[in-house]
């Protein structure tokens, strides 16, 4: 499975942004989908999975009740929906894919990986 995310810009605090991550392969359907982030001098940390059959989400404490998962196994693509963006909120959000049919938190078991796309939110 190869990832390209997309999606990342500017915007002010207090403002929205989807991101989307498109997926190539025709087992899409198969793998439990998540995104990452990473600020500038952290770890990459969790923040969103969904399972492969859309039954169960997952959100870090930090994003839960501003930031919405959801896909669309007919288009290979995953979404990630922020709003009320603060600037804490600026990474690069990276969305993964793993062969686990049941949304994970943990990045040791996504293998794949996309590139990144960059979100700045400003003050």
């Known amino acids: 499975v190869q990832l390209q995310a997309y999606g990342g810009g500017l915007v002010q605090a207090g403002g929205s942004l989807r991101l989307s991550c498109a997926a190539s392969?025709?087992?899409?359907?198969?793998?439990?989908l998540g995104w990452f982030r990473q600020a500038p001098g952290k770890e990459r940390e969790f923040v969103s999975a969904?399972?492969?059959?859309?039954?169960?989400?997952y959100y870090s404490d930090s994003v839960k009740g501003r930031f919405a998962i959801s896909r669309d196994n007919a288009k290979n693509t995953v979404y990630l929906q922020m709003n009320s963006l603060k600037p804490e909120d600026t990474a690069v959000y990276f969305c993964?894919?793993?062969?686990?049919?049941?949304?994970?938190?943990?990045?040791?078991?996504?293998?794949?990986w996309g590139q990144g796309t960059l979100v700045t939110v400003s003050s």
């Open positions: 392969g025709r087992t899409f359907s198969s793998y439990s």
């Open positions: 993964a894919a793993s062969r686990l049919l049941s949304a994970t938190t943990s990045s040791s078991n996504y293998a794949y």
């Open positions: 969904i399972s492969w059959n859309i039954g169960n989400t």
